[in-house]
């Protein structure tokens, strides 16, 4: 194969990206055309390059997480410290507080108990009508959840006898890029008939399932 037939119909609409690249990773087109032409040592260098590429992104994640480790570890002994000798003066000050918090709350105690009382009457009055509208709630979403489970059963079935449809749009999807891939493979010497063809639509089991589904629709 000879260079002269290579043909070049996007650099110069990007010529200040193909400099960038050049001097930033030493990449140059004629690199690029003498590695593809055979070019021994076009073909070392960028070998040479990939290996370089593929220790660092196996190395400098390790390296990162280690410094990084060592780094968030200092951080966090110097500010458990900080945080132990701030704790430890709060508390010391709560101690001391806590004596009069104790007969606030015992006083607050039996107030309480004597809300409660006061309480529980207006609760349960609330409570017996509470009870009344449960009922009818309880009534009026048992109607509603029966509506929504005649709903979901038809979507349900919809997207069972969909399937087929779907499955053959899907193979011909699969089947049109392998038709492409073969030809730019094989130029001139393609052979279609190669190539396995999905068809869901005319297999019996789907006819007599779309026989069906036309039924229930």
């Given at each position: ?17 193909s400099?960038?690249t ?5 990449i ?12 021994e040592?076009s ?14 992104q ?61 309480q529980l009457?207006?609760n349960l009055?609330?409570?017996?009508q509470?009870h ?25 079935f ?60």
């Amino acid at each position: 194969m000879k260079a002269k037939y290579v043909r070049d119909h996007v650099s110069s609409y990007g010529k200040n990206i193909s400099k960038a690249t050049e001097k930033k990773f030493g990449i140059t087109k004629s690199l690029i055309v003498k590695a593809a032409m055979g070019d021994e040592k076009s073909l070392k260098q960028i070998g040479d390059m990939g290996k370089t590429g593929e220790r660092l992104q196996m190395a400098m994640p390790i390296i990162r997480e280690n410094l990084k480790d060592y780094i968030d570890g200092t951080k966090e002994y110097n500010t458990a410290l900080a945080d132990i000798y701030r704790t430890g003066g709060k508390a010391a000050s709560a101690i001391d507080k806590s004596a009069g918090d104790v007969t606030l709350e015992n006083t607050r105690f039996l107030n309480q108990i004597e809300e409660y009382k006061q309480q529980l009457f207006s609760n349960l009055e609330k409570e017996y009508q509470r009870h009344d509208d449960a009922i009818d709630i309880i009534e009026l979403q048992a109607w509603i959840d029966s509506q929504m489970v005649d709903v979901e059963m038809q979507a349900k079935f919809e997207g069972i006898s969909n399937k087929p449809l779907l499955a053959q749009m899907k193979a011909d999807d699969e089947y049109e890029e392998k038709k492409i891939q073969h030809i730019l493979e094989n130029g001139s010497d393609s052979n279609l008939s190669l190539i396995p063809r999905k068809q869901f639509s005319t297999n019996p089991v789907v006819k007599l399932w779309n026989s069906v589904r036309d039924i229930f629709s």
